[in-house]
Nanobody, 124 residues
Framework: QVQLVESGGGLVQAGGSLRLSCAAS????????MAWFRQAPGTEREFVSA????????SYADSVKGRFTISRDNAKNTVYLQMNSLKPEDTAVYYC?????????????????WGQGTQVTVSS
């Protein structure tokens, strides 16, 4: 089992920045790939960004490319999502996810463990 706890969400004006963190505990020796997904009210949970265990492979949704950066510090078992140039349409609950047998980094079903989510609200 892997436990995930997100932090760093909040209210920010359009154009501003936030950095989300996701701390993992438990069976991190399984070298899980990590990702961020988000879900706005009335919509499905959608992929935002992912990173491999080594950090060499990353993936981004087209809507966040050039604005968001994912990174990880395996010594701290923590994954980060730096979000710049935020837009009102980025408003959502952001979820951290982890999986050890990931085939498609962008696919929700490939992740086994999920955090409780952190709210990001971008005002116009």
């Amino acid at each position: 089992q892997v436990q995930l706890v997100e932090s760093g969400g909040g209210l920010v004006q359009a154009g501003g920045s936030l950095r989300l963190s996701c701390a993992a505990s438990g069976r991190t020796s399984s070298r899980p790939g990590m990702a961020w997904f988000r879900q706005a009210p009335g919509t499905e949970r959608e992929f935002v960004s992912a990173i491999s265990w080594s950090g060499y492979r990353t993936s981004y949704a087209d809507s966040v490319k050039g604005r968001f950066t994912i990174s990880r510090d395996n010594a701290k078992n923590t994954v980060y999502l730096q979000m710049n140039s935020l837009k009102p349409e980025d408003t959502a609950v952001y979820y951290c996810a982890a999986g050890s047998s990931i085939v498609n980094m962008n696919r929700r079903g490939d992740y086994d463990y999920w955090g409780q989510g952190t709210q990001v609200t971008v005002s116009s």
